[in-house]
């Protein structure tokens, strides 16, 4: 659905054309090797370097959710994140930033403290109560993602009836639930890669038009992950041409913001993707 707009920080961000999220991981065990910055020098680097390749979206999360990584403390989150966004400001401080968190402190933190526009949580405020009264009083864009069970079991909960079907279900709910409280500026993710096994995840992306039912923004994060080295059998450092294949899908099936590693594939993605779509439209 054409027209979609978010509130960042006041100003209206259209989403006319698909934007690309730049992943910033200031971790030490992110399953992508070559995503994890430390240190503000290298974090500056990777941020403007994102921006120069056309990111449009930053977000920056501090604490590694890939199965068997260790869950960290919010105070070392908190720490983490304070170092990456230090950086960040000095060397884009307009830049619309995003925080992956599913602690409603974390997000309170970035969101107060340094300007942080959108709060990306893949609990879909499941493991945080305070969460969604927190999205409520901010009115920050908030990404709602699908998944079962806790971080530390969810490479073990993909008990579906109907993957498509149980994934739409447990989103309405939820978006219910935040419009209940006054919370309309809401991004979809139906969790590509979180609780949900290969083949339920190829199943979940050839039915992503489906969610054009909730008439929201549609994020799709499938970028290196093991849906795309596991069927292709090969490493996470090998998979760039396989999420570009995904990316143009995605973006044939509606979706409105890609959240990437390699930011300069996908924003030519998007280009190529606008030039084909031009001329749909006038034939």
Known sequence: MKGRTLNINGQLLSLEQPKVMGILNVTPDSFYEYSRKQGEEDIADQVVQMLSEGADIIDIGACSTHPGAPVVSAEEEMDRLRCGLNALRK????????????RADVARM????????IVN????????????PLMARLHTPYILMYMQGSVETMHLQHQY??????????????????????????????????????????????????FQIFELPLLVGVSRKSMIWKKL???PENALNGTTALHMMALQKGADILRVHDVKAAV?????????????QTN
């Open 161 to 210: 009836e109907d993957v498509v079907a149980d994934t739409i279900k447990g989103l309405a709910s939820k978006v219910d639930a935040l419009r209940d409280m006054g919370m309309y500026d809401i991004i979809l993710d139906p969790g590509f890669g979180f609780s949900k096994t290969v083949e339920q995840n190829y199943e979940l992306f050839a039915h992503l038009e489906d």
């Open 110 to 117: 970035c969101v107060e403290e340094y300007g942080v526009a």
């Open 91 to 102: 060397v884009a401080p307009t830049a619309i930033v995003s925080v992956d968190t599913f």
């Open 233 to 235: 059998e090969l490493t």
């Open 121 to 132: 949580d893949i609990s879909g405020g499941s493991f945080d109560a305070a969460m969604f």
């Open 268 to 280: 030519e993605t998007v280009k190529l993707f606008e030039s084909v779509k031009k001329y749909q």
